[in-house]
């Protein structure tokens, strides 16, 4: 259970966030909207330690984790995606796959080089990796480098990526920007597949359609604020949300 | 007796194991492509000893350029993570000056100085890293033009301990005793001594690189954020690159001492820090030999263009330009692409 | 003993030597602001200037203001032929602009010691004498060159503060996206700045030059002196650059005498280190703001 209370954010003089709680289950979807610049990304790099919060606090299972840097926090169990820089140019599949199943090994500078290319047992890491890049069709693109797959394909890397460390709970910050619409749908379906593997998921998606059919309950930020929160049909009749977004440049 | 023999062949067989079971890296310490690399690098120093014989003159100049090679590599490694330091002649100086004073002032044998030099590059080179590399790019670049000029001011300064500008004299030289013939001249000593330690570094590098850390560097370099949100702590892995690269420039910085029997602080200026940072860019930085070919191709230049040295450097300039605008990955990188090429057609 | 007038001696050569540093370093952060370029050809521009005014006055024999103007007017050209034909595609490339112009400034430093040879060049400044007010001692040649470098400065200003050039210039810098929105043409931005940028560096290595030694490799040291005055003031900081100028002037006066000139630059040096730790946008943040 990832826990984030009274996050507040100051860069400069300018408040991003003011006074936010959000909550995410481990096998559940929470949908967090907002137009541009509500704050979304911002939020998600408080949790994940990318950004430090002015005010507030973050809880996993009970343990504070506001202060941690981002390995810690993913090593804990709380793992973010990107939006935009989401892959590793010159990686390949597969060398992308078996960074992330050894990233956050215990292993140190000199175990790991006396280990050779695997810091762990070669058989399982393999094992793996070949099961990832299988369940999240990037078979075909397993020697190709990162950044000369489809887009859709490059989004598939990043919640594989993600799945290898072994996360309790998933951020993921706008997944779909850019995609087809059936690359969108392709998306989804492996989004929603994730809480039956005990995973929670907090997804950012500007596809106000996407956020509000994928998640079991919804967020709505706008200049900082929580605005309005319930689920899916509660918030898409909620007048302060139409009009966040409609008021707004979008 | 018998058995304990076959265990060591079959240890050596396994590390050196070729698995055909699926296109991911087989789980040896060191690979066709690394082993391939070492034997190529040992067998083109010897042929170059063999070549360039009594001739003082080439021994001369391959000496240098393995020392300059390996201060190129030491280098190659902290670009690697993707930090490109202006300064770092500076641990160049300091091991070059630790081995010496160790060997002058404290009357150790230079196998001891060289040790010392590398405990020293790698020691000042921690805390500078770990304080330093929360920079980035530019800034990066800045400072470690500042500490290297702070370095050197430093030599000077402190001409008590470092001897001033006018530097230390009558350095003794590296020579292997006990052994007749040819290895007992200081020139043919001092190649043989710094091609050994080149093919060492060469195979421990090949040996991290290849294993996860290799790609945990590269992750860092490509794209930092996301290695860290992979659990990786990106900052210590950084500072590991950075002291590897202290260590292995203060080593070169002390061969260089005792090759040269004299050292001044002038001798670990920014021009000293520029020509690693042109060797590597020349030479290619995605590969580890790139900065050896690197300096390969540039560190004759001095010694051919004796006369006309301004000549050297109008080469030098426009050589360095015009591989950044066309070449942008180096002289490995462009081979590579061609290879590429040449296999798709 | 440090007597009242003492002091204002140090004051006043601070802030002379601090208004030639400012001018030195306002082209190189003007370039840097605008086309995010670290530009080394700078420190070539004040060191070609100067060669050309030895080559005037010195050995054609032209009345020395004469060869300034001329030096800095040929430099312009040369810097506009060099952005048209090798800068343009390093446009924030940081890193690529920084070694291209590493090139190309060892080149012409080779360049300059095939044609002129090692040794100083001996250009004999026009005005000799000392000016002195209240005690302080002052050359004259100083005075008139620190004079024209506030002149300068206060010509960038007025540039960058009321004309429609400057203002574009800033949008660019500032926000190049919405500069682009707003139909200034980058390209032509790109080409004003940079020839701005080298005009003041000729316009100070063809001033400056003579009140020092003309070596070959003088080109390095206003490029240092760049680098210190554009770190502090921040990378594409102009009232920072000023500022930083004189501040580095002053530091160089006053702990040059308290502690020598090796211990300052020591001094100088951890400066930078520090600043670059704390305050990587300048001591005055708020320049371009960015990274």
New interface residues.
Partial sequence: MLKAEGIWKRFGGVWALYDVDLEVGEAEIVGLMGPNGAGKSTLIGAISGFVAPTKGRVEFNGNEISGLPPHKVAQIGVVRTFQQTSILNGFSVRDSLLLSLEGASAKGFIARAMSGPYAGDRERIVTEAEALTLELGLDAYRDLPAETLPYGRQRALGIAMALATQPSVILMDEPGAGLTQPERRELGQTISSLPSRGIGVLLVEHDVAMVLKLSDRVLVLDHGRVIAKGTPSEVRSDERVIEAYLGGVD | MRRSRRDIFSMLRAATAQDGL????????L?PWELTTVLVMALTLTLVAVLAGNDSFYMHIATTVVITAGFALSLGVITRVGY?SLGHASFMGLGAYASVLAVTKLAMPIVVGLVCAMLIGGLTAAPIGA??M??????F???T???G??VR??F??ESSIFGGSGGITKIPPLVFTGLGGRFSSPLFSAYLLASALLVSEMVILL??V????G??W??IR??P???????????R?KV?AFVIGGAMAGLAGALQAHYLQFISPSMYD?SQS?KP?VAV?VGGSAFLVGPLLGASLLGPLPELFREW??????????????V??LM?YGVVGFVRRMVDRFRRA | MLTLAGLLQLLINGILVGLSYALIGLGFTLVFGVMRMLNLLHGSAYAWAAFLVFVGANLIGIPYWLAVVLAVAALAPMAALVERLILRSLVGNEFASLVVTLGLFISLEGLALLVFGPDPLPIRPPLQGVLVVGGVRVSSMRALVAGIALLAIIALWFTLRRTDLGRAMRAVAEAPEIAALMGISRGRIYFASYVIGMTLAALAGATLAPAFSVTPSIGLTPLVKSFIVVIIGGLGNVPGAVVAGLGLGLLESGSGFLVGTARTGQIVFVIIILTLLWRPEGILAGGTGRR
């Fill in positions: 699926s296109n991911y890296p087989s789980g040896s310490l690979g490109w304080v330093l929360r920079l980035r790019g530019a800034y670049i800045m400072v033009f500042a500490l000029e702070l001011l430093t000077v300064s040996t991290i290849r294993s996860s850390i790609r945990i590269d992750s490509e794209n954020d996301l290695a860290e949100s992979q659990g990786i702590p990106i900052h892995y590991y920014f520029i940072i860019i040295h301004e000549y050297e450097r109008i080469f030098y300039g426009i050589t360095l330009a015009l950044v605008l942008p």
